[in-house]
């Protein structure tokens, strides 16, 4: 199919309370499906939450507040992603996610690409960066998310990633025709410059469409300050924090916006119509000798997990 309508979710996560992040999810699907769209795609780690609490230094990060982030985690066979894919099923869409993937008491950054007949792919984030890892684990193996559908060859990576040249070639090998760009939100220091906030992430979605000839979907939690009250940070500190986000975009292959944004902080859906038949194609790359990675198919409702696959140059 050569033109695909998208939405990018920009909205705040239900934090720390996975049933109602379910049940919104589920709302976004619906409305994007009324709004026409074949592919919906939300921010990182948008169940339950990304945790930006971990930025103050106030914080007491006790197994009291540890429980309660693993409690609202999801698991990659759950039954909250099931409900997710049964909606996705029913509506007729792709649906990207990123989610805190539990799994027994470690917690990964994970992607989910779901297809529209309820298939799920799961990837988590191998390297999450030195403050993440104060809340998730590393997962040897990791690494970015790419899958053939019937919408063109859909790849997912979060965040901080992007800024990584070795995930960016894998992905950029592999020809992806729409890429999601999911960010967890942008939050910084008051006096801070320019490179902690929001301009140094979108540039990054717009170097990857131009490098990568690539559409790019880049979806922004809302991240009010306000939010991190749920885990009782109220000390002085937290006035030094500016929130924000929801600086959601989508981008066609030359970097050029191809909506007109939604208002910093707005919650909603932005959309655009994607002329894959207009994407300017690279010359196949030569696979290089080691792993590359592949994607997994599987039956409806079945999740599967990316695995490295051995593949050598020809006649090596």
């Known amino acids: 199919m050569s033109r695909v309508r998208v939405a990018a979710v920009q909205a705040e996560p239900k934090w720390l309370n996975l049933s109602a992040g379910v049940e919104q999810t589920i709302e976004y699907i619906e409305s994007a499906e009324r709004g026409g769209a074949q592919l919906i795609a939300f921010p990182e780690t948008f169940l339950p939450g990304f945790p930006w609490w971990m930025w103050l230094n106030s914080v007491d990060w006790g197994e009291e507040f540890l429980a309660r982030y693993l409690a609202n985690a999801l698991t990659a066979d759950g039954p909250e992603l099931r409900a997710i894919a049964y909606a996705a099923r029913r509506k007729g869409l792709h649906v990207s996610i990123g989610f805190a993937e539990r799994a027994g008491r ?64 894998q992905l950029h090998e592999q020809r992806e025709q729409i890429h999601v760009s999911a960010w967890s939100g942008f939050t910084v220091y008051y006096g801070e410059g320019k490179e902690w906030g929001p301009d140094l992430n979108t540039a990054a979605s717009v170097r990857y469409a131009m490098d990568g000839s690539t559409h790019v ?100």
């Open 217 to 316: 979907i880049a979806p922004v939690a809302v991240v009010p300050v306000a939010g991190w009250e749920v885990v009782d940070a109220r000390s002085p500190e937290r006035r030094l924090l500016r929130g924000g986000g929801g600086v959601s975009r989508i981008f066609g292959p030359g970097g050029l916006e191809l909506a007109t944004p939604l208002a910093e902080g707005h919650e909603g859906l932005l959309y655009a119509d994607l002329d894959l038949g207009r994407a300017v194609r690279m010359a196949a790359p030569a696979v290089p000798r080691g792993e590359r990675l592949q994607p997994l198919r599987g039956s409806s409702g079945r999740v599967v997990r990316r695995e490295p696959v051995r593949a050598g140059l020809a006649g090596a």
């Open 106 to 169: 470690e917690v990964f950054m994970s992607q989910a690409l779901i297809d529209a007949d309820g298939t799920i792919a799961v990837a988590r984030k191998a390297e999450p960066t030195g403050l993440e890892r104060t809340v998730f684990s590393v997962s040897p193996g990791g690494g970015p998310l790419v899958r053939d559908t019937v919408h063109g060859r859909i790849g997912v990576l979060g965040g901080a990633d992007h800024l990584r040249a070795d995930l960016r070639g």
